[in-house]
């Protein structure tokens, strides 16, 4: 086992890996910019190191900043949570080459997994289903032309090196796709310094179902079930559930089974997360995640497994903890991201939590790392805390939500808590009817009614 982890991350999820280390008797080290002086991981590790100030660039994506807090610290290992150098091969590399463990995949397979072509490519091989496309970039207007009659439109336009949303356009009909592409391009070269675009099958209302995986990295693998976070804005997601409303369990059953035997031919070693659109009783691949997810405490929650915990067990070359047939799942769990931002405008909210109260009782977890007087800075995302209830049922998790909703309180700045606490009453969500454009859709027909 390790002896001191250092965080390369900050916020909740740098407190959410500072929790694990502490529970299994490991030393850990922050690191934080100017701005987070006074943040609750910070004062908590048992070591922190100042890496730079506030933006991100000089910080917490400086690398020989990061790797200079390692040397000084003595720390044998890094976790990089999400975000930031969480899925950056050369990160992995440079620890490697320093005789540092890296908290997660192979740079390999960072690296396969982060180009979206390649990746497509890598899990058609493993026998894992994907959207109809392109079996690449494609070059010009003329090629991509072809392939969308082929597939048929309506076609989606994606950035090979993209994320969050950005290099990625519906071209409708043939004569939407030459600006389509054009755009798609144009986004995807200044978001990621690479302009390659390529074609996907535009689904009209599928959901977003994920798969959490975990390998040892020596051939064996396992599944911990699926979440659905079908309901996104600006394809972000903002409520995660844990299992799927949408699925039986044959169909669960088959899924889950598919990516845990690929992990195992990949002898993927630690936390992943395999992202399908799921539509008419189909699953189609269109990423892979390698690293853990914002909302892997649904996960955690109806697994009873810590999986920060077994990604640390397995970097440390302990192996996984369960074998597939100890993974028991229970009840029902839902997340909530409330982010520091305007209910209805959505724009950022940074400043000073002037009162802060978190709900609590049976089945109710909040990962934060805000406090009263805490100041929220305005260089990084808006996210507060994630809100977590589990219960037996849906339905008794639904009406936990709605508890936990109407107990938490954070004043002085703006938050997205008014638009749970509309979802928790909406009829289509707590019947589990909704889709991937359910939300923006909503959200449009509010906006004009106001």
């Known amino acids: 086992m390790f002896?001191?982890?250092?965080i390369a991350n900050r916020g909740e999820i740098a407190l959410r890996v500072l929790r694990a280390c502490k529970e299994l008797g490991i030393a850990t080290v922050a690191v934080h910019s100017t701005a987070d002086n006074a943040a609750m991981h910070v004062r908590l590790a048992d070591e922190s190191v100042c890496i730079g100030p506030p933006p991100a660039r000089d910080s917490y994506l400086n690398i020989p900043q990061i790797l200079a807090a390692c040397e000084i610290s003595g720390a044998d290992?890094?976790?990089?949570?999400?975000?930031?150098?969480?899925?950056?091969?050369?990160?992995?590399?440079?620890?490697?080459?320093h005789n540092i463990a890296f908290i997660g995949p192979t740079a390999e397979h960072i690296r396969v997994m982060g180009d979206k072509i390649e990746a497509k490519r890598t899990a058609r091989a493993l026998g894992i289903p994907v959207v109809p496309g392109s079996a690449g970039a494609v070059t010009d207007d003329v090629e991509a032309m072809r392939v969308a009659q082929e597939i048929g439109f309506p076609v989606l336009v994606k950035a090979s090196a993209?994320?969050?949303?950005?290099?990625?356009?519906?071209?409708?009909?043939?004569?939407?796709?030459?600006?389509?592409?054009?755009t798609a391009r144009s986004e995807a070269g200044a978001?990621?310094?690479?302009?390659?675009?390529?074609?996907?099958?535009?689904?009209?209302?599928?959901?977003?179902?994920?798969?959490?995986v975990f390998g040892d990295g020596m051939g064996k693998a396992v599944h911990l079930g699926e979440r659905d976070c079908s309901l996104q804005r600006r394809h972000q997601k903002v409520w995660?559930?844990?299992?799927?409303?949408?699925?039986?369990?044959?169909?669960?059953?088959r899924i889950g089974e598919i990516c845990a035997n690929a992990m195992a031919q990949m002898k993927y070693r630690g936390a992943g997360t395999i992202e399908f659109l799921y539509e008419n009783g189909e699953f189609y691949f269109i990423e892979m995640n390698t690293r853990l997810q914002v909302e892997h405490p649904v996960t955690e929650a109806i697994t009873g497994l810590d999986l920060v915990h077994e990604q640390i067990r397995v970097a440390a070359g302990l192996g996984l903890s369960v074998m597939q047939d100890d993974v028991k799942f229970n009840g029902h769990a839902i997340e909530c991201r409330i982010n520091a931002e305007d209910p209805r405008t959505f724009a950022p909210s940074p400043g000073q939590i002037s009162y802060y109260h978190a709900p609590g009782g049976l089945g109710v977890r909040v990962d934060s790392g805000v406090y009263q007087g805490y100041t929220i800075p305005p260089f990084y995302d808006s996210l507060i805390g994630k809100l977590i209830v589990h219960g037996r049922t849906r339905n008794e998790c639904l009406m936990r939500l709605r508890r936990a909703l109407d107990e938490i309180i954070v004043d002085g700045v703006k938050?997205?808590?008014?638009?749970?606490?509309?979802?928790?009453?909406?009829?289509?969500?707590?019947?589990?009817?909704?889709?991937?454009?359910?939300?923006?859709?909503?959200?449009a027909a509010a906006a004009k009614a106001a």
């Open 3 to 6: 002896n001191k982890v250092l």
């Open 77 to 97: 290992a890094v976790h990089p949570g999400y975000g930031f150098l969480s899925e950056n091969a050369r990160f992995a590399d440079i620890l490697e080459a």
């Open 162 to 182: 993209g994320g969050g949303g950005r290099g990625m356009k519906v071209a409708q009909t043939p004569a939407d796709l030459s600006m389509a592409l054009s």
């Open 191 to 212: 978001a990621f310094g690479d302009d390659a675009v390529y074609l996907e099958k535009y689904l009209g209302k599928p959901r977003h179902i994920e798969v959490q």
């Open 240 to 253: 995660e559930e844990a299992r799927s409303p949408a699925l039986d369990d044959a169909q669960r059953l």
């Open 415 to 443: 938050t997205t808590l008014p638009l749970f606490q509309d979802l928790v009453e909406n009829p289509d969500i707590q019947a589990g009817d909704y889709d991937i454009h359910w939300l923006e859709q909503y959200l």
